[in-house]
């Protein structure tokens, strides 16, 4: 969800860029499909964009790859493993009200809203579309008209067209042929485009205004088409008047009778501009330079980054720990870190942040007295223990197929004898891997995308490690 509102965030942003300066420029002029796919354009540029500024994450130091070099290490092959983070490196911050929650329930709910709106609104049209119908036409271009006996105002969607029985009658030909240029021009799919974006920044204004010039802009171009159809510009103009008085029914459907009466009678009056006036459009260089400059920034990435330090300190710190049958902490890891075995020591003895939530998860090969004590009367409410105790079996004599597979998330799964693949927690494959590392095994490691550092070091275990035979495989996988 974080990343979510950032994105939001900087589309938001982009989007305020690249449209504002559009309103004194372009817009106003008679350029219709021009000033149309604009209008498109700067949406879409505002989705697309803020995503090239998101980084990709290295597999090499996601925690899952990090736990099989651990266990590489395990079985004696030599590894390079990052670097311990001391138990005192953690922040102990006081933890603040969740304003980040609050926030992202609102925003949730604002995008939820205006997306049941929407739909809501598809659904009534199509009802209205089918019932009370007198009678259907089909036209030669595949637009079906539906004539209806009430006084509706006259609206098309996708491939449909609904006109009372009393316009038919009357002013049947112009207003069908102005429907006929909305779904000709198919302007109920940048309708949908538009609605997408207002459900991710349906708090920023400018994407509602964006939309009035849009939908103004599909009037334009269908009263336009109507008048290339012979239709005389003062007659239409008086019908243009005369349904006025009608009210937009459907936000999602194009109407005859949107009412911008003077600016569309006016727009038909004009001459066309000079085709010159279209460079006008290359303002969006500069503005699209200027948000991508100020996206990479160290500012910027500071102010992105305080969503994410709330989502920190809010959270439960999830702590691994394995214990062998000596008893002594071979695995440390604070939230899918790997620590240090000795700062583990520390947490057993309870120095821990007592102002922050922790999730204490102890697998151990044999039972633990004070970890089943504390569990029956806990002294420290801040912390949850899950607890279990797995004995350590004597190693197969037989030699084990065994694969484990990571993908693109960094997602460990394992299985053992061309069975199923199912995923596994860093801390059993530690028990997987010490199950087996005294027993000739083979070890099957496959991985979504190259990963040159794992690479290495099966090559290294193939050649200093005589009782383990270990296969590695890229899948490709995008």
């Not at 001459?271 to 260089?285: E, G, I």
């Not at 991985?447 to 590695?472: F, G, P």
Request: proline letters at 5%; charged letters at 25%.
């Amino acid at each position: 969800m974080s990343q979510l509102l950032i994105y939001a965030i900087k589309s938001a942003i982009l989007l305020t860029l690249l449209f504002v300066p559009g309103i004194f420029l372009i817009f106003r002029e008679k350029m219709f499909r021009f000033n149309r796919f604009t209008l498109l354009a700067i949406p879409v540029l505002s989705l697309v964009l803020p995503l090239c500024n998101f980084s990709l994450i290295s597999m090499d130091t996601m925690p899952a790859v990090q736990t099989l070099e651990k266990g590489l290490l395990e079985m004696g092959v030599p590894v390079e493993m990052p670097a311990y983070i001391p138990v005192e490196e953690i922040k102990n911050q006081e933890k603040p009200f969740p304003w980040f929650y609050l926030v992202s329930i609102l925003y949730a709910i604002g995008a939820t809203t205006v997306l049941g709106i929407r739909l809501r609104e598809v659904f009534s049209m199509g009802r209205i579309i089918r019932r009370g119908s007198i009678w259907t036409k089909d036209d030669p271009s595949g637009i079906r008209i539906y004539c209806h006996a009430e006084n509706v105002a006259p609206f098309s969607w996708l491939r449909s067209i609904v006109i009372s029985e009393k316009d038919y009658t009357e002013s049947g030909r112009e207003i069908i042929l102005h429907e006929k240029a909305h779904i000709l021009y198919r302007h109920s799919l940048d309708i949908i485009l538009l609605t997408f974006v207002e459900a991710i920044q349906w708090w920023n204004p400018f994407v509602y205004l964006l939309g009035i010039y849009l939908r103004d802009v599909h009037e334009y171009e269908a009263d336009d088409y109507v008048l290339r159809e012979g239709i005389s510009a003062h007659s239409y103009s008086q019908l243009i008047i005369k349904k006025a008085v009608g009210a937009s029914t459907y936000t999602f459907a194009n109407n005859f009778n949107h009412s911008l009466t003077k600016k569309r009678i006016s727009m038909m009056l004009k001459t066309n501009p000079h085709r010159s006036r279209r460079s006008r459009v290359l303002y969006l260089l500069p503005m699209i330079a200027l948000a991508l400059s100020a996206f990479a920034t160290s500012e910027f990435s500071k102010a992105s980054s305080v969503i994410e330090d709330v989502v920190q300190q809010n959270k439960e710190t999830v702590i691994e720990l394995y214990i062998n049958s000596k008893p002594d902490i071979t695995w440390c890891s604070i939230d899918g870190k790997i620590v240090d075995p000795e700062e583990g020591k520390k947490i057993m003895e309870g120095k821990l942040d007592a102002s922050k939530h922790y999730i204490l998860n102890i697998t151990s090969e044999v039972a633990l007295q004070k970890v089943e004590q504390e569990i029956k009367n806990p002294l420290r409410p801040n912390i949850k223990i899950n607890y279990k105790v797995v004995p350590k079996d004597e190693a197969s004599s037989t030699a084990r197929d065994i694969h484990i597979h990571i993908d693109s998330e960094g997602n460990l799964s394992s299985s053992i004898d061309d069975a199923e693949l199912k995923p596994i927690t860093p801390v059993e494959l530690m028990q997987l891997i010490s199950h087996h590392k005294n027993g000739p095994a083979i070890v099957s490691i496959s991985t979504d995308k190259k990963m040159e550092q794992l690479e290495h070091i099966v090559k290294e275990a193939c050649r200093k490690n005589n009782l383990l035979k270990i296969n590695y495989s890229v899948l490709n996988k995008e």
